[in-house]
């Protein structure tokens, strides 16, 4: 079998299907995709809500609840407590197949009327603002954040103790951290990108085993280091000394030199891939036979996967998936599960299909919301061998109408286009939305022309910030989007010296996404070799010095 080339459906570029693609589909009985590898990695998007959240009323309780679903949604919304009780029974929706019409028109029938859970938040404490978290206590609108406490503002936290505005932070401990991204067992750092088993570090880059680095980059067990430089430990507490961290326009000048470090000083690998076999893509480690995959843990012969971690075997074409899962395929959000394909955020099955919201289930097809349930089609409870013969019936009926092998089509997703991280990764106008057959909403949370500070009346020194801004509305100076500012976000900076923001955090958020690497990959030249590499860096955003792996090594371990 040879590489094959196909004409994408939706961009009209040309991808390849490689032998070992066809393996796989082979492998678990699908059709090879008729999306180029971008185009599905954008439509999964599309069903990821994480930040973009409203105050509104549970249908079944008639409280008021925080909710991935604004108020105007056409879905029925259960507060989370309520949705995971034996209140309602996802059954009592069953309804037969009609083999005259297509699977998805069906589907989406079944959809509008099975109750959503408002947003994904389990054994979290005062932590109301917070989706797809577990196990956290006094958080605040952070996403993915899992044994947490007292963080806001950040992303993907696995654990972090009193941080905000941060992305990615893994270990067994993190703490006292202000925006750090793609950290690991770091304490009490600001500004730090890819450091790891540090501590006491400001503005730097590429640290590993360092302590006291301000404004540093590629070190490696240093510390006492100012601007690359060896100092004494009071030479050093000198020289820190002189930049005022209390005032907004000091750390300005430094984000600025921050930037420099990163986009002209520092060597980068083009694509960072450590401790793993024969694997491509990016933020790639313990892995082996992963290609074009991009932050991701733990993983074994998988392609095209984006963000998992704690175990994942054997899949192509998945978002937000792992902890001890296999055999999936064109997933989203999917967690110590088997043989699962076409499906969002499902946690604890075995061989489902074309899911939507199902959970500790077996034997599924087409279902949406079920709760332990086996050998179902439409929520509808069949004997084994009844569910599969009318399962295989339907898949030919799919396969007729061009619909198997396909994820769910944009205009079933829950969401508009700018609520989901489709817009974060692959930015459109309203117009292009449109265009692609995207959804669009123009009344999202946030207010204009509201605010009772304006940006210069507030104090250059956060030691100058008065008690009551807590009372206060605020306009971002970059989209003029109104903010406001909680106690306890006001004590945190005032106790790490951190000056009043004057970013929206949607803005600041977009700011650390920027900085990282792509989910995607390039060509690209070795700045000091000058041989031909594979970055995960665009060409309009690339950082100067990228460089081979092997010259990394050779200049930097």
Known sequence: MQNETRQCQQCIKDFVIEPDDFSFYEKIDVPPPTFCPYCRQQRRYLWRNERTLYRRMCDATGKSIISIYSPDSPYKVFDIKYWWTDGWDPKIYGRDFDFSRPFFEQWRELQ??????????????????????????????????????????SSNIIPVKNAADCYKVYGKSNENLYECIDVHNVYNCQYCMQVTDSFDCYYSFDLKNCSNCFLSYNLRGQSYYFMNQKCTKEEYAEKISTYNLASYTARE????????????????????IDNSVNCTGSMVVHS???????????????????????????????????VNTELCYECHAIV???NVSFTHLSYDNTNISYCDSCHNSNELFGCVGVKKGNYMIFNKQYGKDEYI????????HMKKGDEYGLFFPPELSPFAYNETQAQVYFPLTKGDAFELGFKWKDDLPGTYGKETIQPEQIADSIKDIPDTFIKEVFKCIRTGRNFNIPDFELSFYRQHNISFPRLHPDERYKDRIALRPRRRLYDGVCAISGEQITVAYPPERRPKMIVSDQVYKERIL
């Open 288 to 322: 082996k036979n992963a290609h074009a995959c991009f932050d991701a843990e733990d993983m074994e012969d998988c392609k095209y996967v984006d963000f998992t971690v704690n175990g994942l075997k054997d899949a192509y074409d998945s978002y937000h998936i792992g």
């Open 253 to 272: 000048a430094l984000y600025k030199i921050w930037l420099e470090i990163i986009f002209e000083k520092a060597l980068l690998r083009g694509m960072l």
């Open 336 to 338: 110590r599960s088997s």
């Open 389 to 396: 013969k009318l399962k295989e019936k339907i898949i030919e």
């Open 112 to 153: 509008l009327v099975v109750p959503r859970i408002a947003l994904l938040n389990k054994n979290c404490v005062n932590s109301d603002f917070c989706n797809h978290s577990n196990d956290s206590k006094d958080c605040y609108m952070s996403t993915t954040a899992f044994r947490s406490e007292n963080a806001m503002y």
